[in-house]
């Protein structure tokens, strides 16, 4: 199990702290341990940067997505996931195209101008959900499209980019191909970065991400995500703390600590400011009520309404069977709470104005030495 060193919350460490966090931003070398798991005033100021940061790329403003849950059909038995195949106990749906077109096209909270497509890994979902659903959403307004849809062929890849999606979020969940298969996550983790290169490759714009606080994931382990991260081509990233799904074998396993998943956030803002790092639901499982607002102050930039039926989300079986949804009243409340406001820009325009593909911002700009303790990082 990984091991936690503490450091004084003393002058010399915020110092240290400046200096190491100079150096990552103005020439990538992985974050240590010892910054990943930052506590007290030192983790403050951190998260503070991380949120400076963001503010001087992008204002005020945040990213609103929605997104709807079209299949929870999976070939695959990750230990981690309730949706797992060998799950037999869930109920299997795979949503209506015509429904959900209705609900995107007439009735989707004004805030939203994107829309993720998401699914198990299901090809005939895709096929009969994913396809369509974008067409028409494609010919009746002007939503930002991306999917997250699994390991698919070339093929299908090709074909949702035509019907008009433009963004694919892929994560590569943990940076160890030992970790990786002892996990029975898909595929095998070199598979999953060729597709994630595939993709960049075919003109797609990228999102990947990790899981923090897997059981028995080393401090080694959890470095060499961000070593990856920054090998990768992608234009935005996201970070989950393990949370023991439901139905699964880990389902007794420990819950990751919310700090460290709010310390990789931070890392990676300062690590990449034109990232679009999201912060997610899981957050408010982690700690329930302030987690997603936590999230917004160490970096986060784009939210994410949860339009999936009420019928059917319940089954999305992800963590935990009582979901934390977050509804539009919940976002814009989270919003408004931190002085943040609704980017009217959506993803797709910012990432055709600016596409990065994960290529190193030669502008830091964000940490500044000081003398005194008790300025900000």
Known sequence: MMTRKRFPNNCFYLRW????????????VP???ELLHSTGEAQTAMH??????????????????AVVEISNFCRENCLYCGMRRSNRGLNRFRAKQEQLADLLIHHRPQSVTDVNIQAGED??????????????????????????????????YAQLKEAGATLYIMKFEMGSA???????????????????????????????????????????????NFSLAADLPLDGISVSPFISGDETPLSSAPLSDINLTLNCMAVLRL????????????????DPGNGYRRGLRTGANLVTINLTPSEIRGDYLLYKRD???????????????????????SLADFYRAKKLNGKHVDQPGAIVETESCSESL
């Open 323 to 345: 979901r934390f949804i977050m509804t539009e009243e919940r976002i814009l409340a989270a919003i408004a709470a931190e002085g943040l406001i609704p980017f009217s820009q």
């Open 123 to 156: 090809p005939v979902a895709v096929r009969e959900v994913a396809l369509p659903l974008i067409r028409t959403l494609r010919q009746h307004t002007d939503l930002g499209i991306s999917v997250c849809l699994g390991i698919l062929d070339h093929g299908l």
């Open 31 to 33: 974050p240590t341990a």
């Open 48 to 65: 503070e940067r991380a949120a400076q940061v963001t503010r001087s790329r992008f204002g005020q403003n945040v990213f609103v997505r």
């Open 17 to 28: 702290l400046r200096s190491a966090l100079l150096w990552f931003m103005n020439q990538f």
């Open 178 to 224: 030992e970790h990786y298969a002892e996990l029975h996550a898909p595929g095998t983790l070199e598979k999953r970065t060729e597709h994630i290169k595939h993709l960049a490759a075919t003109g797609w714009n990228l999102s990947s991400g990790f899981i923090a606080g897997l059981p028995d994931q080393t401090e080694e382990e959890l470095v060499g």
């Open 271 to 286: 690590m990449r400011p034109d990232w679009i790092i999201p912060s997610i639901s899981a957050l408010n499982l982690a």
